[in-house]
């Protein structure tokens, strides 16, 4: 599918049909999509939790109830739900576990490549979070270029999907035990196929004209 046609085509789906199944094949390049999304001096500062069967969805549940119920549907019905989260901080673990793997992957040509990223990720980490002070809200925006990703790369394999922040983290927190791993819950994303009566599959997509939201100099 053309990428364009697959961004216009995509919406929030309100309503799944339980009974639809999304290929195993099709979720592994979605995760795939997740794990290879960009990510600033590529800190991938987040974690992604899956749930692909009734156990696991009826864990997920327990972030959709009393005010955010309006979400229980989609959660129950969805094939797959991934719960985004994203660290609570970037310690030197976390560093040395990025380095380590660029290392294997051969991203350095030298000793001196290898001191120059870590020293400039470095620099950067502790311009976000002793400068700017804003670390946390600089890491969550990562996780949502993540998110973003994988909507798009979702709507390209015909699957549909619907990213969700009316849920309650604490209540997955808890059920996750993040707080231990350093993490917390940022975001959902449920994956699967439209029912019939979705109304929102009937409704024209709108955004703002183009030259109201481009500038070109």
Known sequence: MNILAAAKERYAVKAYDPERRVPEQAMQQIYGLLRHSPSSVNCQPWHFIVADNPAGNARMLKGVQGQFG???????DASHVVLLCVRTNIDGDHLD??????????????????????GARAGCIAMHRDLDRDLSSWM??????????????????????????GFDRQALDAEFG??????????????????????????????LPEEQVFTFV
């Open 97 to 118: 576990s990025l380095l380590e793997q660029e290392a294997r992957d051969g991203r350095f040509a030298s000793e001196a490549a290898r001191t120059a990223l870590a």
């Open 70 to 76: 309006f979400n229980e549907p989609k959660v129950r």
């Open 140 to 165: 969550e925006k990562q996780v949502y270029i993540a998110l973003g990703t994988a909507l798009l790369g979702a709507a390209a394999l015909g699957v549909d999907a619907t990213p969700m922040e």
């Open 178 to 207: 993040l707080d231990g791993q350093g993490l917390r819950s940022l975001a959902m994303l449920c994956f699967g196929y439209r029912a019939q009566d979705d109304f929102n599959a009937a409704l024209p997509k709108s955004r």
